[in-house]
C-alpha cells in the first residue's frame, strides 16, 4: 500500500507499507520503520498520545 501526504508547495512524502517494514519520506529523506515499531506508531495514534500538531 502506498500512501501520498501531499502538502503545500511541492513536497509530496509518501508511506509506503510493505511486508518487511514501513517507508515513510520522498527520494533520499525517508525512513524506515520494522512492523513492530510502525504498530507502536499507530497504537499512539489510536490512544490520542500522538495527536495533530
Not at 12 to 19: F, H, N, T
Amino acid at each position: 500500500m502506498e500512501y501520498k501526504l501531499c502538502g503545500k508547495g511541492s513536497c509530496c512524502p509518501a508511506v509506503k507499507i510493505g511486508a518487511e517494514g514501513v517507508m515513510i519520506g520522498e527520494d533520499a529523506n525517508t525512513c524506515r520503520l520494522t512492523p513492530s515499531e510502525w504498530n507502536e506508531l499507530v497504537k499512539l495514534v489510536k490512544s490520542g498520545k500522538a495527536r495533530e500538531l
